[in-house]
């Protein structure tokens, strides 16, 4: 199992990125998605998820209105559309899959798969 993130970088304040993920090695459709970040320093916390079946989503306060998650199942690829980036957005984002059978999870634990992570620097 391979998940590939991509789409990092560096842009200034009120900036845009779309971070893709693209999973090797499982049947995608059947796995609820998340994205992470981590900021040096800072514990891994949860971005948002996209559920396997309906795509439903969650997103953490601090990025509701601004981030957007998505899937596509035919390219085995999740997206994070982020918007209005701000300089406390700056850190390293990560994917992570969990199989549906499992439930959802707001945290790191129950994820067995990650991406290798994608930096991102919001400058002001």
């Known amino acids: 199992v391979q998940l590939q993130a991509s789409g990092g970088g560096s842009v200034h304040r009120g900036g845009s990125l779309k971070l893709s993920c693209v999973a090797y090695?499982?049947?995608?459709?059947?796995?609820?998605m998340a994205w992470f970040r981590q900021a040096p320093g800072e514990d891994r916390e949860i971005v948002g998820r996209?559920?396997?079946?309906?795509?439903?989503?969650y997103y953490a306060d601090f990025v509701k209105g601004r981030f957007i998650i998505s899937r596509d199942n035919a390219k085995n690829t999740v997206y994070l559309q982020m918007n209005s980036l701000k300089p406390e957005d700056t850190a390293v984002y990560y994917c992570?899959?969990?199989?549906?059978?499992?439930?959802?999870?707001?945290?790191?634990?129950?994820?067995?798969?990650w991406g290798q992570g994608t930096h991102v620097t919001v400058s002001s």
């Open positions: 992570a899959a969990v199989h549906y059978r499992r439930g959802y999870s707001l945290t790191v634990e129950p994820y067995p798969y």
């Open positions: 090695g499982i049947t995608f459709s059947d796995y609820n």
């Open positions: 996209i559920s396997w079946s309906v795509s439903a989503t």
